[in-house]
């Protein structure tokens, strides 16, 4: 039975940080609002987790990190948890290490996946990752698409005079390569590692949306995510995600997130209301233990932006 948290907001997917790692280092990254650690959870640690919340009514689990496929155990995980049988298993990754992957995460049971990919420059994909990836990622995106880990969407976070120039050159390479453009508006969150960037970088997306209402020939709002807002046109698609000061995508949020050291964390944004799995579970408490703490995470739930 699906759980409802104190603001009838139904609590449907668990996004699971599986690694703080990453092998590229971009100057924005919020590390999906984690506190960097050493201790990663186990295979069969995320796999039980993954069966309470399965229990507890949640639909969908997303891998991310950290860069999920930097783990040598991502297969063995991505097919524990898919056995599950949730309606949806996907993952986030920055692309690099995707070309060998893909297909062996389909065959583990992989639905889909999201690219973190920001630019077509090489110069700019420098700049933001201090790498030099661009290629490895462009040819990653392509190996997801023949996959079929449908649909691949590429997540791109705009940046005022960084990239916010190439939206419309991102949408292209998406279109021809068979992949959905997701621009995402940037964020400040505590766990970035400075927070001065956001006002250099911080773009409106708004100035886009309004771009894209005019063009699109239809437009749907995804209710159980967050609201977002997808815009049809030319054949494909641009779906956008404003979290900022946004109440709208609090109000339908239905997500429930977990750290690489099995914290249960309620919001992206926050940090002082985690509930922690990983003591009980070394200490060989019962699934039914386990479940409450994470129906007490759930009533932790409460909409962050909510000044209206
Ligand atoms: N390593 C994986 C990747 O690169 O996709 C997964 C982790 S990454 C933290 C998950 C997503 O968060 C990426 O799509 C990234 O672009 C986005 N992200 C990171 N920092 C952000 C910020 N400050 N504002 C908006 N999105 C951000």
Avoid at 3 to 23: A, E
Avoid at 100 to 105: S, W
Avoid at 234 to 262: H, Q, Y
Wanted: proline share 4%.
């Amino acid at each position: 039975m699906v759980k409802t948290d104190n603001f009838q907001r139904p609590v449907l997917s668990l996004r699971i940080s599986i690694t703080s790692r990453c092998n590229i280092n971009c100057f924005y990254c919020h590390h999906d609002g984690v506190i960097p650690k050493q201790y990663e959870m186990t295979p069969s640690e995320i796999e039980r987790i993954s069966r309470i919340a399965k229990n507890l009514g949640i639909k969908k689990i997303r891998l991310s990190g950290g860069e999920p496929l930097i783990r040598g155990d991502i297969i063995d995980i991505v097919k524990r948890i898919s056995a599950l049988g949730f309606q949806d298993v996907s993952l986030t990754t920055n692309g690099t290490l995707l070309k060998e992957y893909a297909q062996k995460l389909k065959e583990a049971g992989l639905n889909r996946v999201n690219v973190s990919f920001d630019t077509l420059n090489p110069e700019t994909y420098r700049f933001i990752t201090q790498s030099n990836y661009l290629n490895q990622v462009k040819e990653g995106i392509k190996e997801a698409v023949k996959a079929d880990l449908y649909p691949v969407k590429v997540n791109m976070v705009i940046m005022r005079d960084l990239n916010h120039q190439e939206i419309w050159d991102m949408f292209q390479f998406c279109k021809e390569t068979g992949a959905i453009l997701q621009i995402i508006e940037l964020l400040k969150t505590e766990s970035c590692p400075d927070t001065d960037f956001f006002d250099d970088y911080h773009y409106d997306i708004g100035i886009i949306e309004g771009e894209l209402k005019e063009k699109a020939t239809d437009i749907k709002t995804r209710p159980f995510m967050q609201d977002r807002k997808k815009y049809f046109l030319e054949g494909s698609e641009i779906e956008v995600v404003r979290p900022m000061d946004n109440t709208e995508f609090c109000k339908n949020c239905t997500r429930l997130r977990i750290t690489p050291d099995g914290n249960l964390k309620p919001c992206l944004l926050r940090n002082d209301n985690l509930v922690d799995l990983m003591e009980p579970i070394r200490r060989g408490d019962s699934d039914e233990k386990l479940e409450k703490l994470f129906l007490e995470a759930i009533s932790n739930r409460e909409p962050y932006y909510d000044h209206c």
